[in-house]
C-alpha cells in the first residue's frame, strides 16, 4: 500500500471481528513503531499487550466506575457529555476489540508522552497496512485499582500514554469530517 492510501484507509474502528490479532502481527506492529522519530532518539516507549477479553472487560468496568464517580464529585467535568453512555452496561470502552496495546513511559522523561504519541502514530499506520484497525481509547488510562495495575504488571513510575485497541475491522466508516488547516501565515 502506498503511502496515500495508507493516510487515507486509516480510520478510528469501533467494530470488529471476533477474530483475535497472532501476537506476531502484534509484535511486528509494535517493532515498525519504534521506527517513530523521538527527542535525542530517547525512544522511551514500551508496551503492554493484552488479548485476554476478561481482562479486558475488567478495565473497561474499572474505568467507567472511574470516570463516573469524577463526573459525580464534579458535574462540571468535561467527560459530563460522556455520563449516559457510560452508564450503559452494554458499552464496552474497547468496542468488541480482541486485544488492546498500551504505550507507557516513565513519567521523569520530558518527551515522553510526545514520543509515545508519534510511536502511537506508527503503529496505527503499520496496522492499517496489515488490514487491521485501531482506536486510540482515552478512557482506558483511567484505571487506578492497584489489583488490576498489578494484572496487567503496570510499572511504577510509568504513565500510560496511549491504549490502543487493534483487530480486524467488522465495519469501515467514512472518514471523519476534517477542517481546513489553519495557515497562521506564510511567510
Ligand atoms: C488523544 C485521543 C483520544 C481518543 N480517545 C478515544 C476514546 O476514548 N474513545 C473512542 O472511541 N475514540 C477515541 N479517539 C478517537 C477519535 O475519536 C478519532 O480519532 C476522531 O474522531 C477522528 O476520527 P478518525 O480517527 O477515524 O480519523 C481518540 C483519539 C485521540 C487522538
Do not use: K
Given at each position: 500500500m502506498n503511502y496515500a492510501d495508507l493516510l487515507l484507509k486509516r480510520r478510528s474502528i469501533r467494530n470488529y471481528q471476533e477474530k483475535a490479532v497472532a501476537n506476531?502481527?502484534?509484535?511486528?506492529?509494535i517493532k515498525e513503531s519504534t521506527y517513530a522519530p523521538s527527542a535525542g532518539n530517547g525512544q522511551p516507549w514500551k508496551f503492554i499487550v493484552i488479548n485476554d477479553r476478561a481482562l479486558m472487560q475488567e478495565i473497561s468496568d474499572e474505568a467507567k466506575k472511574n470516570i463516573l464517580d469524577r463526573?459525580?464529585?464534579?458535574?462540571?467535568?468535561y467527560v459530563k457529555k460522556y455520563q449516559k453512555m457510560l452508564m450503559n452496561d452494554q458499552y464496552n470502552i474497547f468496542y468488541n476489540a480482541p486485544a488492546v496495546v498500551y504505550i507507557i513511559g516513565e513519567k521523569k522523561l520530558k518527551n515522553m508522552p510526545v514520543d509515545c504519541a508519534l510511536a502511537a502514530s506508527y503503529f496505527m499506520m503499520s496496522a492499517v497496512d496489515r488490514g487491521l484497525g485501531?482506536?486510540?481509547?482515552?478512557?482506558?488510562?483511567q484505571i487506578s485499582s492497584p489489583e488490576l495495575l498489578n494484572k496487567i504488571g503496570f510499572p511504577k513510575n510509568h504513565e500510560m500514554i496511549?491504549?490502543?485497541i487493534i483487530g480486524y475491522p467488522a465495519q469501515i466508516p467514512t472518514m471523519a469530517k476534517r477542517n481546513e488547516p489553519e495557515i497562521i501565515k506564510i511567510l
Open positions: 506476531e502481527i502484534i509484535m511486528e506492529i463526573i459525580a464529585a464534579n458535574p462540571n467535568d485501531t482506536c486510540w481509547i482515552n478512557f482506558a488510562r496511549v491504549p490502543l
